[in-house]
């Protein structure tokens, strides 16, 4: 099998559109949640989700603020201002289908399980190093994939700790060993955070036992113009145009 692998889109068509180009042959998607919020576009990303005839989608914090199933206190004032237009932009029947997203973690096969988060949490947020070991300990398959933090991040666990990541470059390969588990964030398609304007996601084959971790340019200009043109705060396009 060969899975692309997709997190934090946010409502961003054009990002997600060249990664699905960009890894078309593909058997199967996952999609590790945060499908909509801060971009212009979420009834349009929930269509191409929800149309790819193959694919395992979980829920992000996002998602379940804008279809009203979490409350927006945890949000800071930017992603408020955007989930609240964004709950006002999705039709009934799209605001439906999120609300019934599946809560993370997620085993996919005997290889690999999803979160949005965490494994223990799907809301929380994994960044260090005890995160990461707290993760690693509580996965229930040899490669566990996250989202969430916009961050590409790969740590793993041999009865030894290493955090062997943040992938750099346009490709970074991951060889999976047996007898070893991995926690890898393959990084944000709709809003990356690490000074990397390109669209993040990973590719994941079963039988060669690699991950990649890849990176697409994608035309963030009109991604931009749809968030101007949709009253959204500037700063969310400026965003996109950076990488942070
Ligand atoms: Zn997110």
Redesign the pocket.
Known sequence: MRYLVLS?I?ANLEALEAALAAASTADAVLVLG?LV?YGADPNAVIDRVRALPHASVIR???DKVGAGIDSVRSFNHLARHAIEWTAAALTPDHRQWLAELSRGPQAVDDLVEICHGAPFDEDFYIFDELDARRALAEQTRPLCLF??T?VPAAFRFDGDFESFGPPKGAKFDIVLHDDVRYLVNCG?VG?PRDGDARAAFGVLDTVKKRLTVRRVEYDVGAAQAKIIAAGLPEVLAQRLGVGR
């Open positions: 934090d946010h945060d919020g992000g914090n996002h989202g969430h916009h944000a809003q």
